[in-house]
């Protein structure tokens, strides 16, 4: 890239921005269109995070290793290898480049394309970067505007710095386990990455929020998201309530929401979910189920009493939906406004009514594996969202029009392809 003036570097990014907007581009292209983000992370944290930014217009490159994204193999069934389901649910709108970063030839080439990046999401270890030359020290003397987001598993000067951790480690020891063991008497994992997707989530806006520091200070900046800390925060500002006193007040916990009964109703052919909370929503609850003394109950009168009662209070509701249908009871609660839900079983979710409705689940054919059901954006800008998704990549697809797009010779390109520094991987093959 030579010699970077960091203001007009910076200035002509935003003028090209600008241009875009004045010709109504962004209407279709999302808040982030013009944004480049490298992706050097593999499973579910970094894409999910990268999948956020990439389905709102950046432009994100996906680098992968020879053997490629793990989640390729570990997500489960596919039609052809390296094409799970999972992961192409975590990485469309994305492009593949698939380089060795074992050798220096493989390294130099991805730092052209870091030179000139946005954003780079990474979730290896620092000292693997550190060693590759990839840390945040060694970019920002090439690329001063970098926002460089680091997912760590624990943070930075802790007792568990740069320890490995999947996400059922950081589900154990950051509590979310604890919550079933206190509602159940048993710890238990809940039964998807919720760590790696809440962790994702977070690090996608804090790359938002460094992205609009980044237009008053006109330079980049490191982020560090631990997830340890991440997931022990979600778990502490729900539960650790009476210990907020010094000293504690009371038992930890919120004991409504650990409550055992705490969960989808059985009625007679089913389950649905109530949550009867307000003094006009209980006392509707109970006449509706045939017990209107207990509105005098004081036990259960007021919020607080209910609070303070809530495990006889949820036995109330527990048991008490048996003599009707789900159908039968999602009528009568939503006549007299108590939030009620139908339960449905994940097979029941790709068909929900609501699902349809907004078109959440669409249909498209993807290059290489046929016809699949693509989840739609949950969220909507009225400045516009992107339109038009690109198919989760197969591994090194996109190789050589990403290296020439970012200034590599057709020379080095060829001597590493010949050499295995990189591969490049059609659709046919």
Known sequence: MGTINSANWFKGRRLMGQVEQDNHLNTEKGPLAGITVVDLSSVVVGPTCTLTLADHGAEVIKVE??????????????????????????????????????????????????????????NMRLGALQKLGLDYASLRETNPQLIYCQILAFGRGGTYFNRPAYDTVIQSSAGVSATFEKSSGEPRFVPLVMGDHITGLVSAQTIGFALYRRTKTMVGELIEIPMFETMAAFVLREHMGNMTFEPGIGPIGDARVLDKNNRPVKTADGYISISPNTDAQAFAFFDAIGRPELKEDPRFNSVTNRTKNSVEYYEIRSGSLGSKTSAQWIEIFERIDIPCMRYNSLEDLLEDPHIQSVNFLQQSNHPTEGLIREIGLTNHFSGGNRQGFTPAPRLGENTVEILQEFGASEEEIEQALSNKFIVQQLHSS
């Open 65 to 122: 290793a020879l053997e490629g994204d793990l989640m390729r193999t570990l997500g489960g069934g596919a039609r052809n290898p390296g094409m799970t389901g999972k992961f192409m649910n975590f990485n469309r709108n994305k492009r593949s480049i698939c380089i060795n970063l074992k050798t220096a030839e493989g390294i130099a080439l991805l730092k052209k394309i870091l030179a000139k990046a946005d954003v780079l999401v990474t």
